[in-house]
């Protein structure tokens, strides 16, 4: 039975290719449910009145097909919760942190989805793995300074604001 469902396949498609294929897709699929995890986990450490997404919908991103318009939903609404958490706890960091690099993350992961001649892809696809670890490390260092900072000050802590009337 095994032989024959292999029939149907093209000519130039090896079953070992098939079989590496189908390995690469499920180291993938872990690799972005790993990436997910750091994006739940960030958002628990956010207060609840700071998000813009909840924690579990970042698993979302590991969903195929869905994921290519919920990445840009995560990139946006993960800076917006962080910038949020951040300005809360006077902590200094640049304005809307991680959307630079998950904006290229995404964009990337979208064009690589479109039908393109192979060098075009490969090329794209190469800039989408770059995007896609640095946008991951970014996340996991911002998830670091706020487990810090946690840590030192608590996890209600935030600045009273004195407002000055003219």
Do not use: C
């Not at 498609?13 to 993938?28: D, G, K, P, S």
């Not at 919908?57 to 290519?68: E, G, T, Y």
């Not at 696809?125 to 995007?131: C, E, G, M, Q």
């Amino acid at each position: 039975m095994e032989e024959g469902m292999f029939e149907m396949l093209p000519e130039k498609i090896t079953t070992e290719l098939l079989y590496m294929t189908l390995i690469f897709a499920l180291i993938w699929t872990v690799i972005k449910l790993f990436f997910a995890y750091t994006i739940y986990s960030t958002l628990k450490l956010i207060k609840k009145e700071n998000q813009n997404i909840l924690p579990n919908q970042s698993w979302f991103v590991a969903l195929p097909f869905f994921n290519i318009y919920w990445n840009f939903e995560v990139v946006r609404r993960l800076a917006d919760s962080l910038n949020n958490e951040f300005y809360d706890r006077q902590i200094e960091v640049e304005e809307r942190p991680t959307q630079k690099w998950g904006g290229l993350f995404a964009w990337t992961f979208l064009l690589s989805n479109i039908p393109l001649p192979p060098f075009i892809i490969t090329v794209i696809a190469v800039l989408h793995l770059v995007y896609f670890i640095t946008y991951w490390v970014k996340i996991h260092q911002h998830k670091v300074l706020l487990k810090l900072h946690i840590q030192q000050f608590g996890e209600d802590y935030a600045v009273e604001r004195q407002t000055y009337e003219d």
